[in-house]
């Protein structure tokens, strides 16, 4: 079983970046598809992006597409969100996902997932 730890999360002024890490342990990490999604107050939470195992495919939802980027590091088992250009509409708890296979786009499809860690983005 997969335990992820999230960290990296802050207070930025909009414009802004941060980098969120995620670190893995407790699976063969290179086996499983990584995901981060994001939850703001009263809201669902939603897809941000994903990569694939190998990291050859990436996805992101249509809000953060061109700001984010999504890698990882399979020998250091983590994975990263780079977030460029931040907005406030980008304040939210982020969290970390993990599937086996390949990568998917909806909470439901992934198994494992870490506590969060929030970020806020002042105007």
């Known amino acids: 079983q997969v335990q992820l730890v999230e960290s990296g999360g802050g207070l930025v002024q909009a414009g802004g970046s941060l980098r969120l890490s995620c670190a893995a342990s407790g699976g063969a990490f290179s086996n499983y598809a990584m995901g981060w999604f994001r939850q703001a107050p009263g809201k669902e939470r939603e897809f941000v992006a994903a990569i694939s195992w190998s990291g050859s495919n990436t996805a992101y939802g249509d809000s953060v597409k061109g700001r984010f980027t999504i890698s990882r590091a399979n020998a250091k088992n983590t994975v990263y969100l780079q977030m460029n250009s931040l907005k406030p509409e980008d304040t939210a708890v982020y969290y970390c996902?993990?599937?086996?296979?390949?990568?998917?786009?909806?909470?439901?499809?992934?198994?494992?997932w870490g506590q969060g860690t929030q970020v806020i983005v002042s105007s």
């Open positions: 996902a993990a599937r086996r296979t390949m990568l998917a786009y909806t909470v439901d499809a992934y198994a494992y």
